[in-house]
């Protein structure tokens, strides 16, 4: 695929405002980046022989750490916000870093992306969280905005050591 920066550009810059969001707390904005129809999944990932490992993370038919629809992420985040949530009182504090962005395929009205990404969670006095992976991420155009139609997560690690998910990725 020839290299469109302009694209390459405004691809990114929703991505990094995309974070930012994430990083402030903004969580409710967040949500309206994303279409009504989209879909935010993360397989599971088993450790397998080098000679399974096209089957290395579970399929998007199979369980998923999430599979969630635009209500269930409405759902999440207002539970966030209600001050209900154990898990976030007090709140953590994020940083989401994004590096290799690579645009994959484009249409006028759609474009895949690729990313590696780093989340760094904070939350108390001692409790530290660093999740590194991979993203795939279907933006769509709509009323001249990028919008998350599909994301796809791909941990590096097997085991999920953090004490709960609360945050997104």
């Known amino acids: 695929m020839e290299i469109d920066y302009k694209l390459q550009f405004e691809v990114e810059r929703f991505l990094f405002d995309e974070a930012e969001l994430l990083d402030q707390r903004k969580t409710a904005d967040w949500l309206e980046l994303f279409t009504d129809d989209t879909r935010y999944w993360m397989p599971i990932r088993r450790t ?23 209500e269930m992420l409405s759902l999440r985040v207002k539970k966030l916000m209600s001050g209900y949530s154990w898990s976030e009182d007090p709140p953590s504090r994020t940083r989401h870093m994004l590096s290799n962005v690579r645009l994959m395929e484009a249409t006028d009205t759609e ?19 660093l999740w590194v992976g991979r993203r795939v991420d279907t933006l769509r155009r709509v009323d001249l905005s990028w919008k998350i139609a599909d994301r796809q997560i791909y941990l590096d690690q097997t085991t999920i050591m953090s004490k709960n998910l609360s945050n997104f990725f």
């Open 48 to 70: 397998l022989s080098p000679s399974d490992l096209d089957q290395e993370f579970t399929a998007r038919e199979g369980m998923a750490v999430f599979d969630d629809d635009k």
């Open 111 to 129: 474009v895949t992306v690729s990313s590696n990404f780093l989340v760094y969670r904070t939350r108390q006095a001692t409790e530290v969280d």
